[in-house]
């Protein structure tokens, strides 16, 4: 008989499913809880990508908008390129802290080299405060003993005393201060506009305005030897540089001893052993104007810088002299007479305390200096007799004490002034570089141009974006 074949026995096989699908089912949510892990990270990553964005997107407008028409304590627009602000070629443009959305950024901003570039004009890096502003804190620092009514256009400023005598009369365009009012100095002698504007017990007195700043420094930055003098044009004919010896100021071959002399425009270093008396019947220092050899300087060209050194001094008696200033640029004061200090260095000496640089008197004579006298150590000494009536500082003299005597046939008086402090025009318009910080990485980049020249009334009247870059 044969055996029947036993059926196939399926006992357990329920539960191997059950573990397959329990398996399948736990690798599943493993998965499923992976992608929302990744997910969630993947939002919050997104989300503070995001927030970081629209910050430092917000931080560039704000800080647009932050100098859109705002001004430097110069007047000057804040982009306007450094190199036509300040000395050393700085920046005016400001770096902002601020939070927007709750992110915490620095905005830094640099204007392009072009940027706001303006004519320079008056303002307050190249312009003295005080028409007249002397050192000296005891003694008399002004003295003034003609018969002449002097015009002095803007502020005086005296540390020891101010003394008129005879029948001068000052009339000032501003406030005049001093320590001391003596013999006919006082209201009745000097008269301010506004009225008022006397005070002769100022106690405090004024510190020497080139320190601490760059602006005063001297054009001359070298010992250089100058270019042999020449006669051209029947004139004694100088060139920039240093001057040691008094031999080297005398006439030039072929020119007359007496003659006119011209100091071609640069800056000129004269460090020679005392006192330097001047032969010469005029002057000129820049560019003549005039027939030849010149009868003044032209005030459209740019002038001369005179540094003196040491004891050098100059002594002029019945002659003309006339100096244009250097060229004008914003961040340098514009000086023609420049007395070195005791901040001067090697090679340069300073100028001797209490020595009278220039002394000039004289039936005839006659001065004209377009720029700043600044030489807080030195002297000055101005007799002026008969036909000088065309006497001007036009950038103020700042120095250790002053002594006037403008007479004669002087009698519209000397005037000295200061011109008005304006704002530099812009040229050109703004175009500045922002960048966005925060966290230790550059967050974003913009260039931004403002329109400053369509309307100059209105700055920044209108905004161009010429580039935004956004890092993740």
Partial sequence: M???LRRLDETGSALILALIFLAVLSVGAAAILALADTSIRATLAVRTQGSTSYSADGAVQAAVNN???ARDANGNLIGVNGAYTTPTGGNNCPTL???VDGVASQVTCQPTDASGRGTPVNNANNDPQYAVLTMATSG?????SSNNTISIGGDVFVNSSIDLKNSVTWNVTGAVKTNAC???????????????????????PKTDPGIGTATYDPLVTAITTPAAKQCIGNATTFYPGTYSTL???SAAGGCPAGGVAVFTRGNYYFNYPGTWTDPYSRIIGGVP?????????????????????GSSAIVAVKEEIYLCAPVLTAGRQQISLYGLTSRATSPFTPETAGTTLLDISGNGANLLVRGTVYAPNANFSVKLQGGASNTMFNRGIIANSLSLDLTGGAAAGGTIRVPPIVPMPASANRTVMFAVTNGGRTRAKAVVQFDDTTSPAI??????VQSWSVYR
Wanted: with cysteine.
């Fill in 2 to 4: 044969r055996a029947r």
């Fill in 289 to 309: 104007t005039g027939a030849a050899p010149g009868t003044d300087c032209d005030v459209t060209q740019p002038g001369v810088q005179w540094v003196f050194g």
């Fill in 67 to 69: 100098i859109r028409s």
């Fill in 182 to 204: 003596l013999e006919s100095a006082g209201p009745g002698t000097i008269s301010t506009t506004p009225p008022g504007g006397l005070n002769c017990a100022i106690g405090t």
């Fill in 459 to 464: 700055p920044g009247k209108q905004v161009t």
């Fill in 97 to 99: 802290s601020l939070t």
């Fill in 140 to 144: 008399t620092g002004v003295f003034e």
């Fill in 247 to 249: 031999a080297s100021l």
